[in-house]
């Protein structure tokens, strides 16, 4: 425990003692900002102002989504590809640490740096609140949704980290994979009924779509610990990959 | 405190590291020499439990590298070659990181950090970001994270690669004063690093053990031979016959120049003999009786590429006797 929070905290001080994570976040809240107001417009226009969660809140919460699509690879890209690229892998596997404990200290690092873009967002449901008072209950599901979202999508920056030293490549490859996890449900005509099924229960973004109207379904809990379980094992299978290579 | 067995490591076809067998007694300083490519950093990487052996067996401190990496890795300090360290940290809080994963107590750890920040000279740069530092600097901190958890088994690959001659000199009178009571090995490229910092030496080639011994005899071996240069202002075809002529000279050749050389005048040769010291005054002796200039006499430094032709041509006669 003492190691992963060594790891976690050297981790913590390197996104926050350099500037990318200051960019990715002001981005982050300049588009959630922007789209507060334009979706805010809409629900008063032409959602005449009633029922919030699906007129409004739904709306944010799949926009809010997009952009995290977009800004966590940033945050994951670094984690072990820059360690390889500069070498600090050597030292770092030659501590006396478990590959999970550092596995473990740098997932919970890229976590905290996603909550940490997500934390100011919540800005809009108290002040909306204290415009208009309105149950905020579902818009806690809805965030309980996003967290579980970011980790499922720091699972799998960490692992496409953990396969290449570069984290261009790591950035790339991690924002095509979670973007591939979203589109695959958009053509519903391309494919017939029984494999859409397949595809709905595939794609990250349908089952994200029950936190953002505030349902929070066992199923899609379930989906989305189960894709973190998967990334995180293969981040370990591609951490050991050193041990069995050059073995006959 | 090191052992070694028929240690072999293949990357895909390559065979890196060839049956290598040694051991390395508690305090010990071993040097482990060979060209680059010749498979000591990856010797060292299995060592240090960075990756496993194809086969064979090594222990550190009595564990071995591959049941009991962990006891391994808790037992040495390494400092890997050309390392960067983490760019983006203080000195002192990347220390602390290094000390809170080495599991040194929180209670002692400042008190130890700032000892290795002293020993290894690093007071006037604690708050100063890894990444702004100079290499020689860099190399220090590298080598603090090695102490920190002030290890049995010190492990360094190439500690002066790279760093201009003030910080080689500074970076080996550190090292020197680390042996004593910890077993150090360190590889280098470099024959005079190995003389100035080790008791013993392993000398490595295509991955095999081409030659364990002593510093000193292994300087011995090299002293059979002596080499020296001189630029004698004269009639080149003349002055090698007569220097040939002398007693004990095995070999005149010219020697190969650089341009800044041959702006120096005169013509140089390459005068190989048994002993060095009583060639060098005859050859002043008979420059003068002929009225020649003598311009330049000086003693070459044995290079690594003779040992490994001495050495290898010695085992290579060997063969063929057998």
């Known amino acids: 425990m003492r190691n992963v929070i060594a790891v976690f905290r050297k981790e913590l001080r390197t996104y926050f003692f350099s500037p990318l994570i200051y960019i990715v976040g002001a981005a982050f809240l300049a588009l959630c900002g922007y789209f507060f107001y334009t979706d805010l417009l809409h629900f008063v226009t032409f959602g005449f102002g009633v029922n919030i969660m699906e007129n409004f809140w739904q709306l944010m919460f799949l926009d809010i989504r997009k952009f995290l699509l977009f800004c966590v690879p940033f945050i994951t890209m670094g984690l072990f590809a ?16 478990r590959d999970g404990e550092i596995f473990l200290g740098k997932f919970c690092a890229a976590v905290v740096a996603v909550m940490a873009l997500l934390a100011p967002t919540l800005l809009y449901p108290f002040y909306l609140h204290s415009v208009q008072p309105y149950p905020l209950l579902p818009v806690v599901a809805g965030y309980v949704g996003l967290l579980l979202l970011s980790v499922a999508f720091v699972s799998c920056g960490i692992f496409i980290s953990a396969l290449t030293e570069s984290q261009v490549v790591a950035g790339v490859v991690t924002g095509g994979i979670l973007f591939s996890l979203w589109a695959v449900s958009w053509n519903e005509a391309a494919v017939n009924p029984e494999t859409l099924q397949v595809l709905r229960a595939i794609s990250m973004f349908d089952h994200f779509h029950g936190f953002a109207v505030g349902v929070v379904d066992l199923r899609d809990v379930a989906y989305f610990v189960f894709t973190v379980l998967l990334f995180s094992h293969l981040t370990f299978r591609a951490l050991e990959a050193r041990t069995w290579r050059g073995r006959r | 405190m090191i ?30 020499l060979g060209p680059n490519g010749s498979g000591k950093t990856t010797l060292m990487r299995i060592l240090t439990g960075f990756f496993p052996p194809t086969s064979g067996e090594a222990f550190v401190g009595g564990c071995d590298v591959q049941r009991d990496s962990l006891g391994v890795r808790r037992r040495l300090g390494y400092v890997p070659e050309h390392v960067v360290l983490y760019p983006e940290l203080p000195v002192s809080r990347f220390l602390a990181f290094v000390a809170d994963v080495k599991g040194i107590e929180r209670s002692r750890q400042r008190a130890r ?27 220090r901190v590298a080598i603090a994270q090695a102490l920190l958890s002030e290890p049995e088994v010190l492990i360094l690959d190439e500690p002066t690669v790279g760093l201009d001659p003030r910080q080689t000199v500074e970076i080996r009178s550190l090292i020197r004063g680390l042996g004593g009571a910890r077993t150090i090995l360190l590889s280098t490229h470099i024959l005079t690093e190995v003389s100035l910092l080790c008791g013993r030496v392993i000398i490595v080639d295509g991955g ?15 002293e059979g031979v002596s080499r020296t240069l001189i630029r004698v202002d004269g009639p080149p075809d003349m002055v090698a016959a007569a220097v040939r002529a002398l007693g004990e000279i095995e070999r005149v050749e010219p020697a190969a120049e650089s341009p800044s050389d041959t702006s120096r005048g005169g013509s140089a040769f390459v005068v190989v003999s048994k002993e060095g010291e009583s060639v060098r005054r005859e050859i002043a002796a008979l420059v003068v009786r002929h009225g020649w200039g003598l311009l330049e006499v000086r003693a070459l ?10 050495l290898l041509g010695a085992e290579q006669r060997t063969g063929a006797d057998a």
């Open chain 2, 3 to 32: 052992e070694v067995r028929e240690l072999t490591k293949y990357f895909g076809k390559i065979r890196a590291v060839d049956r290598v067998s040694f051991s390395i007694r508690r305090g010990e300083v071993v040097g482990l």
């Open chain 2, 208 to 222: 095999r053990i081409v030659a364990e011994d002593t510093a000193a005899a292994l300087s011995q071996r090299i």
């Open chain 1, 82 to 97: 820059a360690e390889r690229h500069l070498g600090t892998i050597e030292l770092l596997l030659t501590y006396p640490l």
């Open chain 2, 301 to 310: 430094e044995p290079t690594l590429e003779e040992l490994f032709v001495r």
């Open chain 2, 113 to 139: 950090v700032e000892e290795v920040i002293a020993e290894c000279g690093l007071e006037s740069m604690e708050r100063r970001l890894i990444g702004k530092l100079s290499r020689g600097y860099r190399q």
